[in-house]
T-cell receptor, first 116, second 112 residues
Framework: DTGVSQDPRHKITKRGQNVTFRCDPI?????LYWYRQTLGQGPEFLTY????????KSRLLSDRFSAERPKGSFSTLEIQRTEQGDSAMYLC??????????????FGPGTRLTVT | GDSVTQMEGPVTLSEEAFLTINCTYT??????LFWYVQYPGEGLQLLLK?????DKGSNKGFEATYRKETTSFHLEKGSVQVSDSAVYFC???????????FGEGTQLTVNP
């Protein structure tokens, strides 16, 4: 297993368009997280899943954002009617629910979104 | 709510210098504490962690000790290398929920 993967790595879109990002976690990890990172800042939590259940959502996740993890494996994050303020790096992370390392979240390379 | 405060950067050091990056936190109970590193053009990597008071996390010559009395988790390295140039993030996982709360990051540049 090569770690958490994200696709695409870069996305440029025009304001008002919809975009969708995909995250594939480490295969045995049952928790999956989405974060957003703007330039010069630390990542901010958006939402997380345990298997296919979405257990927590941040207030940052407006109604234009939706995330799914339909079969408890990969996840998608969709942004509808994008705004320039949505420009950021979107990070995915995964972790295992149990065991000695269950606190540890492993991050993917991110998807950089630019809204023009 | 939970929060993490890191020392302001950027930090510029010469090779073999001693490094300290300060991190303090606000959280209820006993959170788990982490340092992540982001090398240029790469994703976040877990550097070290501590899950209970007085624990010391260590990796690649870096160390940090979980100090409950001062709510701190300062990162130290005795002799930095040019390859340590990166952005370092302090983070915590609170006692309820699974989200990580990050500090703003500290840019470290090590000159030869």
């Amino acid at each position: 297993d090569t770690g958490v993967s994200q696709d695409p790595r870069h996305k440029i879109t025009k304001r008002g368009q919809n975009v969708t990002f995909r995250c594939d976690p480490i295969s045995e990890h049952n928790r999956l997280y989405w974060y957003r990172q703007t330039l010069g800042q630390g990542p901010e939590f958006l939402t997380y899943f345990q298997n296919e259940a979405q257990l927590e959502k941040s207030r940052l996740l407006s109604d234009r954002f939706s995330a799914e993890r339909p079969k408890g494996s990969f996840s998608t994050l969709e942004i509808q009617r994008t705004e320039q303020g949505d420009s950021a790096m979107y990070l995915c992370a995964s972790s295992y629910l149990a065991g000695p390392n269950f606190h540890e979240q492993y991050f993917g390379p991110g998807t950089r979104l630019t809204v023009t | 709510g939970d929060s993490v405060t890191q020392m302001e950067g950027p930090v510029t050091l010469s090779e073999e210098a001693f490094l300290t990056i300060n991190c303090t936190y606000t959280a209820t109970g006993y959170p788990s504490l982490f340092w992540y590193v982001q090398y240029p053009g790469e994703g976040l990597q877990l550097l070290l962690k501590a899950t209970k008071a007085d624990d010391k996390g260590s990796n690649k010559g870096f160390e940090a000790t979980y100090r409950k009395e001062t709510t701190s988790f300062h990162l130290e390295k005795g002799s930095v290398q040019v390859s340590d140039s990166a952005v370092y993030f302090c983070a915590l996982k609170g006692t309820s929920g699974s989200r990580l709360t990050f500090g703003e990051g500290t840019q470290l540049t090590v000159n030869p």
